[in-house]
């Protein structure tokens, strides 16, 4: 396991792959774990495998350039960030065993990314696992779900359907926005809106395949001024949208 403290909100930067023995090196083994705590940026360049945890607390930037992978029920943490960004040449695999070859069954660790900005630019069903997904802002950032029409990215924590997209099926549920959790409800202190809206790139398809739970202080439905983009649901999955205010124009089909 290696823990790297950045003090005075420093940046931490790697250059090489993390890899271990996938390169095949004598007396090598994957870390079992790696922390990054009170950085600024963190720029992971190259693959990055890992046998366990990876978390990071950052009030920065936080990159990873290339696919990371872990493995044995690792889970993905990112909290305090300003923005969290996976280009397209990135990709995240969440194993719950130490074999890649062989798929992912249940027992794959969790995806936590907390940040006031979200970039998830990864081509479709590129992140893969079967753990829980939360995103969730630093604040009470808005949150914008689905690409919902009329909604402006700038100060909102946005998700839009090529994002959402991006993740594939097979976790087992998606959680977006602050869940209490003695109550397991929205916070009592949620005063930000959430606005839900289609998936406007197959409008025939739901946007999402596994079971999502939506959270803030208000929500919204938005309707799309195309007939066709209504919000779906698949239909063996549960959707649950809870708000402290209220909801409105909750339509499901």
Known sequence: TLTLTANGNG???????IVGSAQGEANTEYLTGL???NAQDVIFYEEVTVAGNISINATGRVTFQKGVTLLNGGSLTITGAQSIYFPATS??????DNLTSNGIAAGGGNLLLQADEVDIAISG???KGSGSVTL??????SIAVGSPAGVGTVGV????TTEIRAFDDGFSKFVIGWQDSVTLHARSTATNQVFVGSNN????DPLFYDDVEIFGGSISVVDSINASNVLRRSEEHTSELQSRFGISYAVFC
């Open 35 to 37: 922390t990054i705590n």
């Open 11 to 17: 940046d931490v930067y790697f250059y090489a792959d």
């Open 91 to 96: 990709s995240i695999w969440l194993d719950n």
């Open 125 to 127: 069903s590129q992140i």
């Open 157 to 160: 924590l946005n998700l839009d």
């Open 136 to 141: 969730r802002p630093n604040t009470e950032t």
């Open 201 to 204: 790139i197959s409008p025939t």
